[in-house]
């Protein structure tokens, strides 16, 4: 795991920032939405949303931490010359980790956010019906 994290190259630290502000928006948000006297606000959906936008954001910061990754790849192919194949694909599975990483984050980002946004909607649903 720790090759997979270095190999990632310096892409890794704002992808890194980006888990660590979604869990800190999963915890704020399940924190507001969990609560005993939880409401269905605006500023709780505001937050709530937060999760999936940093989701998005590491989709995109691993995509272009890959194009990177193969620009700089195919550099050092143009300089070497000659090079085998094995070499290439072994440098484009390495550009690749980027992209795969910032998938997963957004995979999981979605899924939190789908459940916590469901019981935003549940809340929501109450408060109208009380009404």
């Known amino acids: 795991m ?8 310096f ?4 992808l ?4 660590l502000i ?7 948000s399940a ?4 609560e005993a006297e939880a409401e269905a606000d605006s500023v709780t959906k505001t937050w709530l949303d937060g999760i999936l936008f940093w989701g998005g954001f590491s989709l995109v910061t691993g995509v272009l931490g890959t194009l990177v990754g193969i620009v700089v790849a195919a550099q ?5 010359g000659t ?19 910032g ?12 459940g916590l946004q469901l019981r935003w909607r549940f809340l929501r649903a109450e408060e109208i019906e009380s009404v």
């Not at 924190?31 to 969990?34: K, N, P």
């Not at 090079?83 to 990483?101: E, I, N």
């Open 22 to 28: 979604i869990g800190a928006l999963t915890i704020y």
């Open 103 to 114: 998938i997963l984050v957004l995979a999981m980002s979605a899924l939190v956010w789908f």
């Open 83 to 101: 090079v085998s194949t094995s070499l290439v694909w072994g440098g484009v599975k390495v550009a690749l980790y980027s992209s795969v990483f």
């Open 76 to 80: 050092s192919i143009e300089a070497a």
């Open 2 to 9: 720790t090759s997979f994290w270095l190999d990632m190259g």
């Open 31 to 34: 924190v507001r939405l969990f």
């Open 11 to 14: 892409i890794r630290y704002p």
């Open 16 to 19: 890194g920032l980006s888990v």
